[in-house]
């Protein structure tokens, strides 16, 4: 079946802009999470998802980063105002009831701040 | 806080070398643990977990055992091959009850050379 999927892919925005990352997470995947992987470090948790609900956004880094889930499907993750420290790697992960232990990884996007 | 500190890469092996990567962990309480891998171009894949002490993970090879007693996670491969050549990541997931967010470790790329 597919897999998690991002878009877009690559983003190059100018500072001060606002940009929004699309998640599609696996069909069925109750659990979503975004986490952000600034180049050479591991990833780092932003937000998570269970349906609809945002139960944990303690990893959003500024009132600058928001995130939403409407349908308990799709997500996407919006940030305003970008700065040049916000280029890094967004990756959206989902998980299911069955594999409660797996997180299943999107491509990531990349967003470059210019 | 949770975190996890893994070994700095990068590591450079021949073919058919053994190879260890160390991890360690700081958590409260029992959490679960795992050992990702991305190769070049890819996404985030989980290679393997253990969710309780003592347990072993393994797969493709790989075999990573958990040890509350030192609170380490070290990855282990007998023989590497050229394919193995990807960025590997440690994480920990909180206990049941706790945030389902992965705190990974910075990744440790290795290079396998023929």
């Known amino acids: 079946g597919a897999g998690v999927s991002q878009s877009p892919r690559y983003k190059v925005a100018k500072r001060g802009q606002d940009v929004a990352l699309r998640c599609d997470p696996i069909?069925?995947?109750?659990?979503l999470f975004w986490y952000q992987q600034a180049l050479g470090q591991g990833p780092e948790f932003l937000t998570y998802?269970?349906?609809?609900?945002?139960?944990?956004k303690s990893g959003l880094p500024s009132d600058r980063f928001f995130a939403e889930r409407p349908e308990g499907s799709v997500s996407t993750l919006k940030i305003q105002r970008t700065q040049q420290e916000d280029s890094a790697v967004y990756l959206c992960a989902s998980s299911g009831r069955d594999s409660i232990y797996e997180q299943y990884f999107g491509p990531g996007t990349r967003l470059t701040v210019t | 806080g949770n975190s996890v500190t893994q070994m700095e890469g990068p590591v450079t092996l021949s073919e058919e070398a053994f190879l260890t990567i160390n991890c360690t962990y700081t958590a409260t309480g029992y959490p679960s643990l795992f050992w990702y891998v991305q190769y070049p171009g890819e996404g985030l894949q989980l290679l393997l977990k253990?969710?309780?002490?003592?347990d072993k993970g393994s797969n493709k090879g790989f075999e990573a055992t958990y040890r509350k007693e030192t609170t380490s996670f070290h990855l282990e491969k007998g023989s590497v091959q050229v394919s193995d050549s990807a960025v590997y990541f440690c994480?920990?997931?909180?206990?049941?009850?706790?945030?389902?967010?992965?705190?990974f470790g910075k990744g440790t790329k290795l290079t396998v050379n023929p």
């Open positions: 998802f269970q349906n609809e609900a945002q139960l944990d």
């Open positions: 253990a969710t309780k002490a003592d």
């Open positions: 994480a920990l997931r909180r206990a049941q009850g706790g945030s389902e967010k992965l705190v």
């Open positions: 069909s069925g995947h109750v659990s």
